[in-house]
């Protein structure tokens, strides 16, 4: 094997170790600096490629696409502004622990800082949110800086999916040549013959990685273990996760082994999936009008990062008792400052170390806590099926519940995750639900989905709102360019709804102008410009016509649900009046 150039025999080499690390696809933009990169994965048999115009679209894509695999896809782009589009990802990536490997093309040392064309300060351009960051070495066709190369390759891998998985940033400096011509001498013919570890690395990866997971000592486990036995009144609180978190049948097996109720955010991986009772309806009732009235539970086991429902948020941080944060990387993810233990080691063997211990029957729990928990649940159920309105959170709802098994899918920040986490009811169906947030961003959104969608066989349903919706109009184009297939229901309520939910609302101005801004946009040209099909409705039974429609069709459906906003609020407001006083006139409860 001969290479034409140093460019070319550093790129491939890169790509060649990244394939044998088990990377198997990879997003790309155009540009000229990162020709080196962009040939060698465009031409390596076992990756594929998802080509986006956009940088921005390209790194939500891949990071949706990671959430749902959780595996890294790399994004390259060229020098310049370009890397600066991906930043808003890069930092979603961090917060929400989702591996990404950046890889950014920039000019050789001598340029920088020199007022070169399309050139900037590109070294540690994201700062602390990547896990490891390497100016990555020039090209150069000698063993020892190969070598280096496929280690680098090896350890960006490792550090992008370790505890806690994230982003990592490579800076890959080219000189031109950048296109793979000929230069006479750059690489000798015989260069793989003579050292062949180098240009073709070993069997498999260059470097193996191992990584094992944290587990608590003897004495600190038993500890926590006795905390769970002489308690009569516990929860297990499972926050957002990519992959259930811990995994379904420790969860399962701890609940029955504790006899504690599961409050299962909609983005945890629990609220769906189980054929045991799941607590879902709590951003409704776990309220100081109701719970003022309920004993304290004496311990609270919590997985998984902070609840979206802020009235769990609250309730946990109004209880007195022993709360312990189960989080594999010792991140401190507890903003209302209430936690009593961090507990550092892996959810899943922890999940199943706990549920050995207390298998016994050693704690059955308290049946009148639990019955507390079902009988709240059991009111927001019949409620839920009695409020038919045509408001955003009956979108949800209906969502939730018509959603095939199985399927992917992906809800907007600001409303749409609320809606589903205090309108969706559990259900048993296989169905993978996700979300950004990490730093709870509006962009990106499309794209993160069709990412997510790219991963896997089953239907994707991405709801959104009008304004995320316009945030990336620009991810669509990856539907034809990645062959992508969604139903995507856009809630269109013409402006930013969640505004209604605060202070703000009542002072107007400035509410109207500066905090909702109404934009009277038409997004029905949105179905000619990306090739999709573009339907509006403006009832609830409309809406689910539409969807049950859509899901028994190929290609792509936007469903535009008209919406007025203020009222979609007052019915929220309504709903969980309605659910607090029947709660609160029931002694039982």
């Known amino acids: 094997m001969t290479y034409p150039n140093r460019n070319t025999l550093w790129a491939e080499t890169f790509v060649d170790e990244l394939a044998a690390g088990g990377v198997d696809a990879v997003c790309l933009s155009p540009g000229s600096r990162s020709t080196p990169l962009t040939v060698a994965f465009a ?40 890397a600066a589009n991906f930043h808003p990802a890069v930092i979603e990536a961090d917060r929400a622990r989702v591996p990404l490997l950046v890889c950014t093309a920039d000019r050789p040392p001598e340029l920088r800082d020199s007022g070169a064309n399309q050139t900037v300060d590109q070294e540690k351009l994201y700062g602390s949110a990547v896990r490891w960051y390497a100016d990555v070495a020039e090209p150069e066709a000698t063993p020892r800086k190969l070598r280096y190369l496929r280690t680098t390759a090896a350890r960006a891998l490792g550090s992008t999916t370790g505890t806690p998985p994230g982003p990592v940033h490579l800076n890959f400096p080219f000189r031109k040549p950048l296109e793979p011509t000929d230069v006479d001498g750059d690489v000798p013919d015989s260069f793989a013959d003579d050292e062949p570890l180098a240009a073709e690395g070993r069997d498999g990866p260059f470097v193996h990685l191992s990584q094992g997971v944290p587990e608590l000592d003897s004495a600190t486990f038993s500890r926590l273990a006795e905390s769970m036995v002489d308690a009569e009144r516990g929860l297990l609180v499972v926050g957002p996760a990519d992959a259930p978190t811990p995994d379904r049948g420790e969860l399962e097996r701890l609940a029955d082994a504790t006899g504690f109720p599961v409050l299962a955010d909609p983005l945890s991986g629990h609220r769906f999936g189980h054929d045991r009772p799941i607590v879902g309806g709590y951003d409704s009732y776990l309220v100081p009008d109701v719970t003022d009235e309920w004993p304290d539970p004496d311990v609270v086991l919590r ?29 401190w993810r507890e903003a209302s400052f209430t936690a009593t233990d961090l507990v550092v080691a892996d ?52 969502v939730s519940q018509l959603v095939p098994d199985p399927a992917t899918l992906f809800v907007s920040n600001s409303m749409p995750v609320r809606d589903l986490d205090r309108f969706a009811r559990p259900r048993s169906a296989d169905v993978t639900v996700l979300g950004n947030r990490g730093a709870s961003g509006i962009d990106g959104i499309i794209s993160s989905a069709l990412g997510a969608g790219s991963a896997t066989d089953d239907p994707l349903v991405l709801v959104t709102g009008d304004i ?62 990306y090739d999709l099909d573009f339907q509006r409705v403006e009832t609830r039974s409309e809406f689910r016509d539409a969807f049950s429609d859509s899901l028994d069709s190929t290609g792509t459906q936007v469903i535009e649900v008209l919406t007025d906003a203020e009222p979609s609020h007052r019915i929220r407001e309504s709903f969980q009046e309605r659910l607090v006083t029947d709660l609160s006139s029931d002694s039982g409860v």
């Open 468 to 529: 995320a919706y316009y945030h990336d109009m620009n991810g669509l184009l990856a539907l034809d360019r990645c062959g992508v297939d969604a139903t995507i229901v856009e809630i269109n309520n013409d402006g930013g709804g969640i505004f209604h939910m605060l202070p703000i609302e009542s002072f107007d101005p400035p509410f109207s102008g500066q905090f909702r801004t109404p934009h009277g946009l038409d997004y029905a040209a949105t179905g000619d410009l």
């Open 43 to 82: 031409l390596h048999d076992d990756i594929e490629v998802f080509s986006h115009l956009d940088e921005r679209s390209a790194a939500f894509f891949a990071l949706g696409r990671a959430k749902r695999t959780g595996k890294p896809t790399p994004i390259v782009c060229t020098s310049g502004t370009a």
């Open 347 to 398: 959810p899943t063997c922890l999940a199943r170390r706990l549920a050995d211990k207390l298998e016994d029957g050693e704690n059955g729990g308290n049946d009148e806590w639990r019955a507390r928990f079902e009988r709240a649940e059991s009111a927001h159920r019949s409620l839920l099926a009695e409020t038919e309105e045509h408001f955003e959170g009956g979108v949800l709802a209906d």
């Open 303 to 331: 997985f998984g990062a902070s609840p979206t429902s802020k009235a769990l948020r609250q309730y946990l941080e109004r209880v007195e008792t022993q709360q312990f944060v189960v989080d594999s990387a010792g991140g």
